[in-house]
C-alpha cells in the first residue's frame, strides 16, 4: 500500500470502502433485475443459489480461493499485506447482503424497466471500481489474481482479466447445469456487463480522479 500521512491513509481507507458500497449495490441491482449479474459475482451467485447459503457468504469464500490460488501461485512472492483482500472481501460480501435487505424484492415489471436497472447497476459498479483502484491501496481478489497472472505468465493485465472473467462464468455455468439443470444469475446482462463498465468506468474516471486526489493524495 501507498504511504501517506494518516489523515490522508484514512481518507483513503472511506474512498475504497464507499467504493464497494457502490459495487454491492450495483450486484444488488443487477440481481433483481433478473438478466444475469456480472462476471465477478457470477460464480459466487450461481453457488448461493445451488447451496441456499447467504450472497455475502459465498462471496466472502470464493473471493478468498482467488488469494489462496494468488499465495499458491506467488509462494514466497505472496505478500502479507494481501490478506487485507480477506478483510475487504469480508466487507464487500456483508454490503451486498445490505444492499439487497435496502431494496427488498424491488424490480420492474418489464423488460425495458429491468434494462434500466441494469444500467443503473453498471454505473454504480463503474463507481465503485474507480473509487477502490484509484486510491491505490489493495486490489480485490479477482483483480489480485488477475495481476498475479499476468506477472507469472507475461500476459497483459487486460488479457489475464478477460481470462478469468470467462473461466469463472464457464465454471458458474457448468456448475448451474450440473446442480440446477437450469441457467441462473448468468444470461445477457452478463455480458452487458462485461462489455459496458469498461466504457463507463472512462466516462465517470475523470471527476472521480479530481476529487480523489484533491481528498487523498493532495497536501496542504
Known amino acids: 500500500m501507498k504511504k501517506s500521512p494518516p489523515r490522508q491513509f484514512i481518507t483513503r481507507v472511506l474512498f475504497y470502502i464507499t467504493g464497494l458500497f457502490f459495487m454491492a449495490f450495483g450486484v444488488a441491482l443487477s440481481v433483481n433485475s433478473g438478466l444475469g449479474v456480472s462476471p465477478v459475482n457470477s460464480l459466487p451467485y450461481v453457488i448461493h443459489q445451488i447451496s441456499g447459503t447467504a450472497l455475502s457468504t459465498c462471496i466472502i469464500v470464493v473471493f478468498c480461493s482467488y488469494i489462496l490460488l494468488q499465495a499458491l501461485i506467488l509462494r514466497r512472492d505472496f505478500q502479507s499485506v494481501s490478506l487485507f483482500q480477506i478483510l475487504f472481501s469480508t466487507v464487500f460480501g456483508y454490503f451486498v447482503d445490505l444492499s ?9 415489471p418489464s423488460y425495458l424497466g429491468k434494462l434500466a436497472m441494469l444500467a443503473v447497476s453498471i454505473v454504480l459498479v463503474a463507481i465503485g471500481v474507480v473509487l477502490y483502484i484509484e486510491v491505490k491501496l489493495i ?3 479477482m483483480e489480485g489474481l488477475s495481476l498475479t497472472l499476468s506477472q507469472k505468465l507475461n500476459i497483459s493485465f487486460h488479457n489475464t482479466k478477460i481470462m478469468i472473467d470467462c473461466a469463472v462464468v464457464l465454471i458458474g455455468i457448468l456448475l448451474s447445469y ?6 441462473t444469475g448468468i444470461r445477457e446482462g452478463t455480458i452487458i456487463t462485461a462489455l459496458a463498465t469498461g466504457k463507463v468506468m472512462a466516462l465517470v474516471k475523470a471527476p472521480l480522479l479530481s476529487l480523489i486526489q484533491r481528498y487523498c493524495f493532495e497536501t496542504d
Open 139 to 141: 486490489p480485490m481478489p
Open 100 to 108: 439487497k435487505w435496502l431494496i427488498g424484492s424491488f424490480s420492474f
Open 178 to 183: 450440473l446442480f440446477l439443470h437450469h441457467l
